[in-house]
């Protein structure tokens, strides 16, 4: 099949999940095209069946915002022309339901019928989709796409209350690369970088933005080092990193928390990390506890949106409401203070991660796919 993806090219987990499903499509045959203004960061372009296509906005001074649903409209319909592209995916609502909709017109002025499937991430439902300012875009849009996916249920029942949605949502949780190896050649970051021998590793990654609580992490990090030896790695970057550093400077913890920035180190962090910490306002799904229980990392995380569907309680790691930092430390120091219990929650992170292997979810993408295309020749 040849599938033109459209995503946001960041660190972002929507960004994430479309250039690992694209490059997985790629590995099994499917000509893929990522369209989107610059090179996602996680793609590798040594497969021939890996495009990428940038969507170039040019300045003009009349412009306030630069209008990039036109340009990248424009840049769908002509490479779906020129490399007989034959199914569009977007991923996350804003704006790229939008443009793929325009892009689906004007190719049907032109005899060319494309389906569209829309996958919804999170944020483009709960967080900025809902806003008045967007909402009509984006319940448009959904409706008119021909098949809608959402990584999570909690998402399709958000979806579903927010929105006046007259499309069926199919559920298709985010997914994890299993057989990732390290090589162990060149490592720059060794443990004894992170921490002494002693000393526990937490980590936390995101795009550290409010919704991730990040005085939350720094609070509950603070409770767990006064009674055992432990570090804090804080990977990302975002708004909240420089108040984050000046709380742990505040609390004289400083020294205890290395805060990478956005790093291609993740992997490597996290196969020296001992326990995960994502105590978000929401998360639609929380792809970042995913891939750390795929190391076998246990987690402690907050219970809202579909962080239930894939960090169980008792079993993975532990779930509190949202700013119950005492507790989210005490179940921490439950985890970490006993070898024991350490490596069981270990192992049972590393069992449930198992349960969201790409090879068990790629094949429903593809079925999706092909029940488009039906659609499309009926
Ligand atoms: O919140 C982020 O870290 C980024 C955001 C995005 O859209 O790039 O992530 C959303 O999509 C991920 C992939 O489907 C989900 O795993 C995240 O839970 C979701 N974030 C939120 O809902 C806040």
Redesign the pocket.
């Known amino acids: 099949m040849k599938i033109a993806i459209v995503c946001?090219p960041t660190f972002?987990?929507?960004?994430v999940?479309a250039t690992e499903l694209g490059l997985e499509l790629a590995r099994r045959g499917h000509e893929i095209h990522f369209i989107t203004y610059s090179q996602p960061v996680r793609l590798a372009l040594l497969n021939p069946n890996v495009h990428y296509h940038e969507v170039n906005v040019p300045e003009y001074p009349l412009f306030h915002y630069q209008p990039y649903e036109l340009a990248l409209s424009s840049k769908l319909v002509d490479m779906v022309k020129l490399y007989k592209i034959e199914l569009l995916h977007v991923h996350?609502a804003i704006p790229h339901a939008y443009a793929g909709y325009m892009a689906k017109q004007m190719l049907k002025d032109e005899g060319i019928d494309i389906p569209m499937v829309t996958t919804l991430?999170?944020?483009d439902i709960?967080l900025v989709g809902n806003h008045p300012f967007y909402k009509p875009a984006v319940t448009f849009s959904i409706n008119k796409s021909d098949i809608v996916t959402s990584?999570s249920q909690s998402l399709k029942d958000d979806t579903l209350k927010l929105f006046n949605i007259k499309k069926d949502i199919t559920v298709i949780p985010?997914f994890i690369e299993l057989d990732k190896n390290i090589d162990d050649a060149s490592i720059p970051c060794r443990r004894s970088v992170m921490a002494k021998e002693n000393e526990r590793i937490i980590t936390h990654v995101?795009?550290f933005r409010k919704?991730k609580r990040i005085p939350d992490i720094i609070k509950i990090f603070y409770k767990i080092q006064q009674e055992i030896p432990a570090k804090l790695m804080m990977v990302g970057d975002g708004p909240e990193k420089e108040k984050a550093e000046a709380i742990c400077a505040e609390l004289g913890i400083l020294d205890k928390v290395i805060f990478f920035g956005n790093s291609n180190e993740i992997d490597r962090i996290l196969s020296y990390t001992d326990l995960f910490l994502l105590p978000?306002e929401?998360?639609?799904?929380?792809?970042a506890a995913l891939e750390a229980m795929a190391w076998g990392i246990p987690v402690i995380s907050s219970n809202s949106?579909?962080l239930p569907e894939v960090n169980f309680d008792g079993i993975s790691g532990y779930l509190s409401n949202v700013g119950m930092t005492d507790e989210m430390a005490e179940n921490a120091l439950k985890i970490l203070k006993d070898d024991k219990i350490l490596t069981e929650f270990k192992s049972n992170a590393l069992s449930v991660a198992k349960q969201f292997d790409i090879k068990n979810i790629l094949p429903l993408y593809e079925a999706l796919y092909e029940k488009a295309l039906e659609k499309q020749t009926v």
Do not use: K, Q
């Not at 972002?12 to 960004?15: A, D, P, Q, R």
């Not at 929401?282 to 792809?287: D, R």
């Open positions: 946001y972002g987990g929507s960004g999940v996350y991430h999170g944020t709960t990584v985010n995101s795009n919704v978000s929401t998360e639609s799904f929380g792809l949106g579909g």
